[in-house]
Every structure is written in structure tokens, then in C-alpha cells.
């Protein structure tokens, strides 16, 4: 049992342990469809046969519990899709698939609450996709997140946290972020 008191860095402690080729964390709390798991690997594998680098995202994310919303992600390639929007809140959730690679290149930072700067899916997204990853939806596929009167999330937004400054959202640079030059 890992007693890190950060979800990133419990996260990275797991990542060089494991023997797979793919990961997803799962939150014990979160449901999600049952399709979600196949689907999404299906996706990862058909992007590496193509030679793309990709991170796998459910199509809709459930709020239900404290908050009710119902959020579509879409695909890092939409038309839809701006790199500005990063400066507002995070595209996807922190539900993902993808290679084990990913996250040995890409370690979650961790929390530093004192300093008002969280939010480890968020620099995630931001992070791999500077470094040449596309995120993707997996069609018809659903999380159902539990929002809890307490949570990190609702922790992070009680003490207003941020994500921290990284150059890849300079204002020169961000308009590269999602070709892999951010």
C-alpha cells in the first residue's frame, strides 16, 4: 500500500512497476461504461498502426452527487478544438487509456496546495500534448463521476488553485500546443 498523500505522485510510483503495455487509472468512485476499456485500446492500437502517439478520452463525462453536468470531450483534431481554452480549464478528464510510455515520459507533477497549484490531468494534458501526443475520444463511450461535497476537485477550486506556469502556454507557443510544438 503507497501512503504518497498525492494522487500524481502515487500515480508515478505505480507506472515503473507495471508490466503492461497500457494503462488506465480508474477512480474507485467513477463508473464507466462497459464498453470504455475495449473500446479505448482498440483506438490506442489502431493510432500506434498508423504511427500516432495517442491518449484515450471517453466521449461524455456524468456529474452527478453535489453537481449535475453532462460534458462532451472531443478530439484534439476537432475544428472545435483550440489550444486557448487551456488558459480557461482542461479539455479532458483524468480518466484516460493509453501506452505506459506516456507516463514514464510524462510524470504527473505533484500537488502544492500551499501555493495554490494542482490540478495534475490538467498540466497531463498539457504536457503530452506538447510532446507530440493526440488526444482522442472513444465514441459512445461514458464516465460517471461522483461529486462528493469533499473531493480534490472540490478542494482545488475551494483554494482556487491553478496549474502551474509552463512555457508550452506562453502566449507565442500556445498556438502549437496541440501539433506537438507547444
Request: glycine share 4%; proline share 5%.
Amino acid at each position: 500500500m503507497l501512503h504518497e498523500g498525492d494522487l500524481g505522485r502515487v500515480r508515478n510510483a505505480l507506472v515503473p512497476d507495471v508490466d503492461g503495455d497500457y494503462i488506465a487509472f480508474l477512480d474507485a468512485d467513477d463508473l464507466f461504461s462497459q464498453n470504455w476499456l475495449a473500446e479505448a485500446l482498440v483506438a490506442v492500437k489502431a493510432g500506434e498502426s498508423r504511427g500516432e502517439k495517442l491518449i484515450a478520452h471517453p466521449e461524455l463525462n456524468v456529474l452527478f452527487d453535489r453537481n449535475r453536468a453532462v460534458s462532451r470531450n472531443i478530439d484534439q483534431d476537432s475544428p472545435l478544438f483550440t489550444p486557448y481554452f487551456f488558459y480557461l480549464r482542461n479539455y479532458y478528464d483524468s480518466l484516460c487509456l493509453s501506452p505506459r510510455e506516456a507516463h514514464l515520459a510524462v510524470p504527473y507533477s505533484p500537488r502544492d496546495i500551499p501555493n495554490g497549484l494542482s490540478f495534475q490531468d490538467f498540466q497531463f494534458s498539457i504536457e503530452t500534448m506538447s510532446r507530440g501526443w493526440k488526444h482522442v475520444v472513444v465514441k459512445d463511450t461514458i464516465i460517471f463521476k461522483r461529486r462528493r461535497d469533499f473531493s480534490l476537485m472540490v478542494e482545488n477550486q475551494s483554494r482556487k488553485t491553478l496549474v502551474r506556469s509552463l512555457p508550452e502556454m506562453a502566449i507565442d507557443r500556445v498556438r502549437d500546443l496541440a501539433k506537438g510544438r507547444g
